[in-house]
């Protein structure tokens, strides 16, 4: 004795939970796919940076205009300076490889020095922007270790030659 005529009429009969449960997966998945994307956009602009050379950063005064960048290069020997006992210290850098020795680019940074800095083998990278007043004001500075192990044997001239 059972009145089926009383039961609410269901357009989608048996489907109807299968194509909800689809739906639902459909909907959260965008929406994973969507933060992960997002996620990823936003990590990467300021790990995006590419670094410029000494020589190319001079050659494009294009980037002279205050942007955020890197330039890489090697401390100039003798133009370190820091005053007194201040984290401000001025410097000079140029190309690591070869190239002409003269073209550098005067540079500033403000804080605690990497332990590497002085290496005369180390690349220094310096992030940062180009200031009114012709030097690269330094934000954060990275060091590239030297890639070959060098020998102090080979580096100090024996007695004998």
Not at 12 to 37: C, I, Q
Not at 65 to 77: I, K, N, P, Q, Y
Not at 78 to 105: A, M, V
Request: with cysteine.
């Amino acid at each position: 004795m059972i009145d089926r005529g009383m039961e609410p009429l269901n357009p989608l009969d048996d489907d109807s939970p299968a194509r909800s449960n689809r739906t639902r997966f459909l909907l959260l998945s965008t929406v994973v796919v969507l933060a992960l994307g997002y996620m990823i956009y936003a990590a990467f602009p300021g790990n995006a940076l590419y670094f410029l050379t000494v020589t190319e950063f001079n050659s494009k005064t294009e980037v002279h205009d205050g942007r955020l960048l890197r330039v890489s290069g090697v401390l100039v020997e003798g133009t370190f300076g820091r005053e007194g006992k201040s984290i401000d210290s001025q410097f000079q850098i140029t190309d690591k490889e070869g190239g002409s020795s003269d073209i550098t680019l005067q540079a500033s940074y403000t804080g605690v020095l990497p332990d590497l800095f002085f290496n005369p083998y180390s690349e220094l990278i310096l992030e940062g922007s180009f200031g009114a007043n012709q030097v690269f004001h330094a934000d954060n500075i990275l060091v590239k270790c030297p890639s070959k192990y060098r020998d102090l044997e080979d580096e100090v001239p024996t007695a004998n030659s």
